[in-house]
């Protein structure tokens, strides 16, 4: 049956608090560029691969994504960083031993005219004029010509002559849909003497929608003609690169696939009805797909011959097409899939987890957020539709917790039918890009379903940037998500600066469906300890259910006492967010119990000094040992104490740079110390080394 008043309880939906400020809309803006396939009749007939090309079999497997250059940058002023392995010591700077740049060339052929077309010769010497010598030649030649292709408007090339002896032949060729983009780009290749083959295969891209790949096989064997693609591999420096050159050059830009409901998105729940929209074509130069990785382009792309895939391990058909729908700006955040590694998901008991993991350097940089559809079609879910469209009150399905460097989306699914998580992340307080969707089948709703109690908005539930940006650390809890018992005390605390007690107040808030929150103030305090500079947040939760503990900041008011604690969460900003739930906590084993212990007491032996690095190591043990006992690595525990340990490690350096007295010992460990999230809180040590460092410049001056 579908959802009825019956089935669905009947609550009001917890709308967005008052007390949280509506984010910029700049930041909320969502990425639309998608990746269409290339819808020519080829007309044009060439070789694939020619036949001298057959000794030169890929041999990429082992160190073609090893130590790869990229060029591709989604994000301005952002990369992410990854575990260092061991200290990395400058060495000499090669010598330049060439004038043109990749800017140059980019230029060049961005200006070039039209009479450049006329003949493949005129075109190879204008847009390779002084590559001869150059280190990076046949990359840059590469590059030279996806550019200029990028660049063209067939339509201006429409009265010439179709042919494929000319550029400007061609270029009328894909005026009138007769040839492909990757045809022309192999033709020029060879034209400018590199080894080019073109490789076909599918692609999700265009129409295709997560899951719609499992169901790819035609009745006569072949696979359905909409997710055909072909692109190019290119023998550059002793190896085969991949070029995509039609997604390189083209975009599809707002194109929606019909048929979805939207149920939530912008931070909110809502009810509309996608409109389809075939989108436009545009050029949208887009380099990642300019020598992609392979082990990452192969969740867009999968070749009919194997040999041209270039992974360590190669995958087959049905593998490419079971895996998760991920985009190019997923890898470009650092991010890798922790959950099942499918693009289609089964619910169980009406319920989903879908966990990602970013870098754990910069995990607290990155912003994820998501949208959630349901598909129409079903008698049970026109059904359900209709219920909701009446009631107008939908709750949010999904929550968003973070712990640490990993995000959990939970979803939990009162209706039956088919939905899809689009997720989407940038750098804090960027635009959003899409980054990954997954389909969700549900065969079963949700039983004793439970609305959350509140909706966090974009922060989601967990201490995050905005936490951070508030000068709250090392909290004792980073995972969004805390059970709890009734009437039973639990402390959340941050390590923070002196500054918040001066001109901050932090104010806390309880939620539940059932109970206002101005019921509930008696069930949360904020202690703020200036002694030792820190901040606790006390709270109970009075009876079973699940509760949202809402944290803000706001600037000190001269009589606090006078006003109540929503008018002043009314002025300020919604920081950080937990979820708390008396229904989920599981009776852990003895030897669990015991690793947590041993855990916190090698924490404690932790001491900035002499001894600190055996202690470090009997910490690590002490982790180890608790995920041998089935603690998850991303367990609260683990990862608070992991917090803790990276602040005394930075106070540790910080005691070894003054002892080794030296120039650039103290000079690369106060920037270590700057640029770490911790900052804020290691003042003391970064003003004692900014002064080590004035004498030691005085010092070297002087000799």
Not at 64 to 83: G, H
Not at 456 to 462: A, E, H
């Amino acid at each position: 049956m579908g959802c009825t008043s019956s089935n669905i309880p009947m609550v009001l939906s917890p709308s967005p608090s008052p007390f949280v400020k509506e984010e910029p809309k700049k930041y909320l803006s969502l990425d639309c560029i998608f990746i269409g396939t290339d819808q020519a009749n080829e007309t044009v007939k060439i070789e694939d691969e020619l036949e001298e090309y057959k000794d030169l079999e890929p041999e990429n497997a082992i160190n073609v994504c090893k130590n790869r250059e990229k060029y591709a940058q989604f994000f301005d002023n952002w990369s992410p960083e990854f575990e260092d392995f061991g200290e990395k010591i400058p060495g000499p700077s090669k010598p330049v031993s060439h004038k043109l740049t990749m800017k140059d060339i980019d230029t060049r052929a961005k200006e070039a005219s039209q009479a450049c077309a006329s003949s493949f010769e005129n075109l190879k010497r204008y847009l390779l004029n002084g590559l001869a010598e150059h280190e990076n030649k046949q990359k840059l030649t590469v590059r030279a010509i996806v550019v200029w292709l990028g660049e063209q408007n067939p339509d201006d090339f429409a009265d010439r002559t179709p042919s494929r002896d000319t550029p400007e032949g061609f270029l009328s060729l894909l005026s009138k849909k007769q040839s492909l983009f990757v045809t022309f780009f192999t033709v020029l290749c060879r034209a400018f003497g590199l080894k080019c083959v073109k490789v076909s295969g599918i692609s999700k891209a265009g129409e295709y929608q997560p899951g719609d790949g499992l169901n790819l096989n035609d009745d006569d064997g072949t696979y359905d003609t909409k997710y055909r693609d072909t692109w190019a591999s290119v023998f550059v420096d002793k190896r085969w690169e991949i070029v995509h050159p039609y997604w390189v050059c083209k975009s599809l830009v707002g194109y929606n696939a019909g048929g979805w409901m939207k149920l939530e998105g912008s931070g909110k729940s809502v009810l509309e009805k996608v409109e389809e929209s075939v989108g436009v074509l545009k050029k949208a130069f887009k380099e990642y797909y300019i020598f992609p990785d392979p082990e990452e382009f192969i969740y867009l792309c999968h070749p009919n011959n194997d040999k041209w895939q270039f992974g360590k391990k190669p995958i087959n058909r049905e593998s490419f097409l079971e895996m998760p729908y991920l985009f190019p700006t997923f890898f470009g955040l650092g991010l890798k899939m922790v959950s099942e590694k499918s693009c289609l998901l089964q619910s169980t008991n009406g319920e989903v987890i879908i966990e990602i993991q970013a870098p754990i350097k910069n995990a607290n940089t990155i912003d994820l957020w998501y949208e959630l559809y349901l598909k129409e079609g079903n008698e049970n879910t026109d059904e359900d539709i209709k219920f909701l469209l009446k009631d107008k009150t939908l709750p949010k399905l999904v929550a968003m917790v973070r712990c640490g460097d990993l995000w959990r989306f939970k979803i939990s699914l009162p209706m039956k039918g088919t939905f899809k998580l689009c997720c989407y992340g940038a750098p804090h307080n960027s635009t959003l890009s899409r980054i990954a969707e997954f389909r969700i089948d549900n065969r079963s709703p949700k039983q004793h379903f439970h609305f959350l109690p509140f909706d966090p908005g974009r922060i989601g539930f967990g201490p995050g940037p905005a936490t951070t940006e508030a000068n709250l650390f090392t909290p004792s809890h980073p995972d969004g998500f805390v059970p709890v018992q009734p009437k039973t005390k639990l402390d959340i605390s941050f390590t923070t600066i002196q500054r918040v007690f001066e001109k901050k107040s932090i104010i806390a808030m309880l939620h539940h469906n059932d109970t206002d929150s101005k019921d509930l103030g008696s069930h949360v305090r904020v202690e703020m300890i200036s002694s030792t500079c820190m901040v606790v947040i006390q709270t109970e939760v009075p009876l079973e259910g699940e509760y949202a503990l809402t944290i803000f900041s706001c600037k000190k008011q001269e009589s606090t006492n006078t006003l109540s604690l929503s008018s002043i969460a009314n002025h300020g900003i919604n920081v950080c967010n937990y979820l708390l739930s008396t229904y989920l906590k599981k009776p852990e084993k003895t030897n669990q119990r015991i690793a947590r212990q041993k855990l916190q007491i090698a924490l404690s032996h932790i001491e900035v000094g002499q001894l600190f690095s055996k202690a470090v190591d009997e910490f690590h043990k002490a982790v180890e040992r608790c995920i041998k006992q089935n603690i998850s690595e991303n367990d609260n525990d683990i990862v608070s104490a992991k917090a803790k340990v990276e602040v005394l490690t930075l106070k540790n350096d910080a005691r070894d740079a003054r002892l080794r007295n030296n120039y650039d010992v103290t000079e690369r460990t106060l920037k270590k110390i700057q640029s770490s999230i911790y900052s804020p809180i290691l003042m003391r040590e970064i003003n004692t080394l900014k002064n080590l460092l004035q004498s030691l410049k005085r010092d070297k001056d002087e000799l």
